[in-house]
């Protein structure tokens, strides 16, 4: 059964730093490029960063570039969020998703269950 | 950046009816589009991907069409289980971008 599993939540103060895991199970994750979305309290999703499978092309939203890191391991199927300077504006649930190709384009077919920063002094 | 505005905000209906959520693109992106569905406290979950394919296991009352800028995810018979927020999404250049979404209702 595919999974994907984030963990590395929890509460920051302002300026403050976490790394979020994603564990995935059950397909070739070093086949896949992955994503990290989120979503502040009660409002929309917003694409925060990608990394291609082989970890040779990284992408940020605006709203986290220079603060925040992708990153992979495809020996353990974890991907990663290092998360720097972080600010109240990036409370909310971060879900990772695995892309999945098709003709000429791309979906996010499968997400984890979310885990929910809180960036607050 | 590609902005995709999506309408109605919200939507009230009763189970049984058909309903139509559009989608419309700053600029023409193809068919390169995904359907979501969101319940409360849930991932998203793929319905649609590009603009018209039903992801499997969805049930076959979902429907996506569209291409270049307006894009329409159409529900034809709202079964209870619908009543979600339903979100698309551009795959055509980066950065990535949702419409705002489109939150379901009973009435």
């Known amino acids: 059964e595919m999974q994907l599993v984030e963990s590395g939540g929890g509460l920051s103060q302002p300026g403050g730093s976490l790394r979020l895991s994603c564990a995935a199970s059950?397909?070739?994750?070093?086949?896949?490029?992955m994503h990290w979305v989120r979503q502040a309290p009660g409002k929309g999703l917003e694409w925060v960063s990608r990394?291609?499978?082989?970890?040779?092309?990284?992408t940020y939203a605006d709203s986290v570039k220079g603060r925040f890191t992708i990153s992979r391991d495809n020996a353990k199927n974890i991907l990663y969020l290092q998360m720097n300077s972080l600010r109240a504006e990036d409370t909310g649930v971060y879900y990772c998703?695995?892309?999945?190709?098709?003709?000429?384009?791309?979906?996010?077919?499968?997400w984890g269950q979310g885990v929910l920063v809180t960036v607050s002094s | 950046d590609i902005q995709m505005t999506q309408s109605p905000s919200s939507l009230s209906a009763s189970v049984g009816d058909r309903v139509t959520i559009t989608c419309r693109a700053s600029?023409?992106?193809?068919?390169?589009v995904n359907w979501y569905q969101q319940k409360s406290g849930k991932a998203p979950e793929l319905l649609i991907y590009?603009?018209?394919s039903l992801q499997s296991g969805v049930p076959s009352r979902f429907n996506g069409s569209g291409s270049g800028t307006d894009f329409t995810l159409t529900i034809s018979s709202l079964q209870p289980e619908d009543f979600a927020t339903y979100y698309c999404?551009?795959?055509?250049?980066?950065?990535?971008?949702f419409g705002q979404g489109t939150r379901l209702e009973i009435k």
């Open positions: 990394i291609r499978s082989d970890e040779s092309v990284t």
């Open positions: 998703a695995r892309v999945s190709r098709y003709n000429g384009g791309w979906t996010f077919d499968y």
């Open positions: 600029q023409s992106i193809s068919g390169y």
């Open positions: 059950g397909f070739a994750f070093s086949s896949h490029w």
């Open positions: 999404q551009e795959s055509y250049s980066t950065p990535i971008t």
């Open positions: 590009a603009a018209s």
